[in-house]
């Protein structure tokens, strides 16, 4: 007896390596839903909003490197789950999108909840079809694991009629679908030996690529070899290890001069697994104009960089590292002076990065929290930022010394934390997993307490309370000083909240409750909430001295 269309599109996505599904259910894609109730090996997990499911399974493939999948019925599911979809897409994360939609014969007369899904997230996902019929769902299947996987990874959406999943199917072998790393083009070696030849003070750029690469090693190695200073692209604090001595800061928002001058004086500029996006070119302003920029990535992009020589060399991260390292390094006296001068700008950084003595305040000073978090985390734990202004102290005051300990969204996604959090612990069940949030953007997703209560997913949420959209509030400050529009809150107690669902929860007004509060979270296992009380005295990390 033929199955449906549905029951073998998830067959089909489980052989190509899928095995974590995401959802709040649908009456539009009922056979994918009795395709997982029944499959042996496949995880569904239900969640209370479209937005948490979609940022669960981005924050899956972004901790796995592989992609997770997320299901919504049309119009009004598929709507809720688009700024994910923007996110993964501004991340390279890769991630499946399979979307209800209105039966093949209602399509074009304005059906209930109908929307031309296609075309809509058409300019939003890396790629986006229509599924015309059963008979091709294995074939889709297949291009949409390639689309999300190869060149630079992103997000994929299939848009699937209700009567198709229900139709019966013809059984298909799923072949399974091998890449091959793109090496470096030779060339691109020749090149970075020439620019390298005699320069004063080079630099090297490292981002997501290179996470997902397995390549920091490599890129540690070069640095040491050549003498090279390190900078992490945009909210990629965690690729290169922050105590290095190569180390030179973080491209982050709102950067001080004193943090971006390294990359202002460079040249040559090595760019390895990242785009130059507005952030790490800090409003496309750098590099300096006279620096040359060799730009490798599997699909590198040159961002903002209009007025700079650039060479643009398509590759894997990994293998590309490991034959830049095969460039006859400095002489002695020249890697001297680099180091130097590598010396004198990671000073810089640990100045910067250091937080300030200790002193009483009417609530908790966040750098003295991230120091707190520095020292008590294990050296592999997890931190998953939210966007808001809060993520200021994160980028500042924690040192990230192990890869893959850092998710957070470029697109400055709020609401992204706890969600992407769950997505991360499933994707490393065995790691302390830590989100933390303001309380505007926690607020936007806090639903998904409740999901994590309910898999038993044993994430610590650490949410940031001043009442605020902070950002808003510092950005008002600054163009219309003493007047402030929209942006007070009033919150309940969260953790109120999370013990009104039975998770461990702790509110923190002072600074040696804090270190009481990780303690005893880390140690409970399950999910716990941590809600601590800010000092109004600072709303933004630029209100320390640097």
């Given at each position: 007896?033929?199955?449906t269309?549905?029951?073998?599109?998830?067959?089909?996505?489980?052989?190509?390596?899928?095995?974590?599904f995401?959802?709040?259910?649908?009456?539009?894609?009922?056979?994918?839903?009795?395709?997982?109730?029944?499959?042996?090996?496949?995880?569904?997990?239900?969640?209370?909003?479209?937005?948490?499911?979609?940022?669960?399974?981005?924050?899956?493939?972004?901790?796995?490197?592989?992609?997770?999948?997320?299901?919504a019925?049309?119009?009004v599911?598929?709507?809720?789950?688009?700024?994910?979809?923007?996110?993964a897409?501004?991340?390279?994360?890769?991630?499946?999108?399979?979307?209800?939609?209105?039966?093949?014969?209602?399509?074009?007369?304005?059906?209930?909840?109908?929307l031309p899904?296609?075309e809509?997230?058409?300019?939003?996902?890396?790629?986006?079809?229509?599924?015309p019929?059963?008979?091709?769902?294995?074939?889709?299947?297949?291009?949409?694991?390639?689309?999300?996987?190869?060149?630079r990874?992103?997000?994929?959406?299939?848009?699937?009629?209700?009567?198709?999943?229900?139709?019966?199917?013809?059984?298909?072998?799923?072949k399974?679908?091998r890449?091959?790393?793109?090496s470096?083009?030779?060339?691109?070696?020749v090149?970075?030996?020439?620019?390298?030849?005699?320069?004063?003070?080079?630099?090297?750029?490292?981002?997501?690529?290179?996470?997902?690469?397995?390549a920091?090693g490599?890129?540690?190695?070069?640095?040491?070899?050549?003498?090279?200073?390190?900078?992490?692209?945009?909210?990629?604090?965690?690729?290169?290890?922050?105590?290095h001595?190569?180390?030179?800061?973080?491209l982050?928002?709102?950067?001080?001069?004193?943090?971006?001058?390294?990359l202002?004086?460079?040249?040559?500029?090595i760019?390895?697994?990242?785009?130059?996006?507005?952030?790490?070119?800090?409003?496309y302003r750098l590099?300096?104009?006279?620096?040359?920029?060799?730009?490798?990535?599997?699909?590198?992009?040159m961002?903002?960089?209009?007025?700079?020589?650039?060479?643009?060399?398509?590759?894997?991260?990994?293998l590309?590292?490991?034959?830049?390292?095969?460039?006859?390094?400095?002489?002695?006296?020249l890697?001297?002076?680099?180091?130097?001068?590598?010396?004198?700008?990671?000073?810089?950084?640990?100045?910067?990065?250091?937080?300030?003595?200790?002193?009483?305040?009417?609530?908790?000073?966040?750098?003295?929290?991230?120091?707190?978090?520095?020292?008590?985390?294990?050296?592999?734990?997890?931190?998953?930022?939210?966007?808001?202004?809060?993520?200021?102290w994160?980028?500042?005051?924690?040192?990230?010394?192990?890869s893959g300990?850092?998710f957070?969204?470029?697109?400055g996604?709020?609401?992204?934390?706890?969600?992407?959090?769950?997505?991360?612990?499933?994707?490393?069940?065995?790691?302390?997993?830590?989100?933390?949030?303001?309380?505007?953007?926690?607020?936007m997703?806090?639903?998904?307490l409740?999901?994590?209560?309910?898999h038993?997913?044993?994430?610590?949420?650490?949410?940031?309370?001043?009442?605020?959209?902070?950002?808003?509030?510092?950005?008002q400050?600054?163009?219309?000083?003493?007047?402030?529009?929209?942006?007070?809150?009033?919150?309940?107690?969260?953790?109120?909240?999370?013990?009104?669902?039975g998770?461990?929860?702790?509110?923190?007004?002072?600074?040696?409750?804090?270190?009481?509060?990780?303690?005893?979270?880390?140690?409970?296992?399950?999910p716990?909430?941590?809600?601590?009380?800010?000092?109004?005295t600072?709303f933004?990390?630029?209100s320390?001295?640097?």
């Amino acid at each position: 007896m033929a199955r449906t269309a549905g029951h073998i599109l998830v067959d089909a996505l489980v052989t190509l390596g899928v095995d974590h599904f995401f959802t709040v259910p649908g009456e539009s894609f009922l056979p994918l839903l009795d395709a997982l109730h029944q499959h042996p090996t496949a995880k569904l997990f239900t969640h209370r909003h479209e937005e948490g499911a979609a940022f669960a399974a981005e924050g899956f493939g972004k901790a796995a490197h592989r992609p997770a999948v997320v299901m919504a019925t049309r119009a009004v599911g598929a709507m809720n789950l688009g700024i994910a979809v923007h996110t993964a897409r501004q991340d390279s994360t890769p991630l499946i999108v399979l979307l209800g939609q209105v039966p093949t014969g209602f399509r074009d007369r304005e059906a209930f909840q109908e929307l031309p899904l296609d075309e809509i997230f058409g300019r939003i996902a890396k790629w986006s079809a229509h599924v015309p019929s059963a008979e091709r769902v294995v074939e889709y299947a297949r291009r949409a694991w390639t689309q999300a996987t190869t060149g630079r990874p992103g997000p994929v959406v299939l848009v699937l009629p209700e009567d198709v999943l229900w139709q019966p199917a013809t059984e298909t072998i799923v072949k399974p679908v091998r890449v091959i790393e793109p090496s470096l083009d030779p060339q691109a070696v020749v090149q970075f030996s020439s620019w390298m030849a005699g320069a004063e003070f080079p630099l090297l750029v490292v981002g997501g690529g290179v996470l997902a690469a397995g390549a920091v090693g490599a890129a540690v190695e070069l640095a040491e070899r050549h003498g090279l200073g390190v900078m992490t692209a945009f909210r990629r604090f965690d690729a290169f290890p922050n105590d290095h001595p190569a180390y030179l800061g973080p491209l982050m928002l709102a950067a001080p001069n004193e943090l971006t001058q390294p990359l202002s004086q460079a040249d040559p500029v090595i760019s390895v697994g990242t785009r130059w996006s507005e952030v790490t070119g800090q409003g496309y302003r750098l590099p300096g104009n006279s620096a040359r920029v060799l730009v490798i990535d599997r699909a590198p992009e040159m961002g903002g960089l209009p007025d700079r020589e650039v060479c643009l060399a398509p590759g894997s991260a990994r293998l590309a590292l490991e034959h830049l390292l095969e460039a006859a390094p400095p002489s002695p006296p020249l890697l001297s002076r680099r180091k130097a001068t590598v010396a004198f700008w990671h000073d810089a950084y640990l100045r910067f990065s250091t937080p300030p003595c200790p002193v009483v305040t009417d609530g908790v000073d966040l750098s003295h929290m991230l120091e707190v978090l520095g020292r008590r985390l294990p050296p592999d734990a997890a931190l998953v930022t939210d966007a808001g202004n809060f993520s200021g102290w994160v980028a500042r005051f924690y040192r990230f010394r192990t890869s893959g300990t850092h998710f957070g969204p470029t697109s400055g996604a709020m609401g992204y934390g706890l969600p992407a959090a769950l997505g991360v612990k499933l994707a490393n069940p065995d790691r302390t997993v830590l989100s933390v949030s303001g309380d505007g953007g926690f607020m936007m997703t806090v639903s998904e307490l409740e999901t994590a209560q309910r898999h038993g997913i044993g994430v610590i949420a650490v949410v940031c309370v001043n009442d605020l959209y902070g950002t808003i509030h510092g950005h008002q400050q600054r163009r219309f000083p003493g007047r402030s529009t929209a942006v007070a809150l009033h919150n309940p107690s969260f953790a109120a909240w999370a013990q009104a669902l039975g998770i461990r929860a702790y509110r923190v007004e002072h600074i040696a409750d804090f270190e009481a509060a990780i303690e005893q979270a880390l140690n409970h296992g399950g999910p716990s909430v941590i809600e601590v009380m800010m000092d109004r005295t600072r709303f933004a990390v630029g209100s320390y001295p640097t």
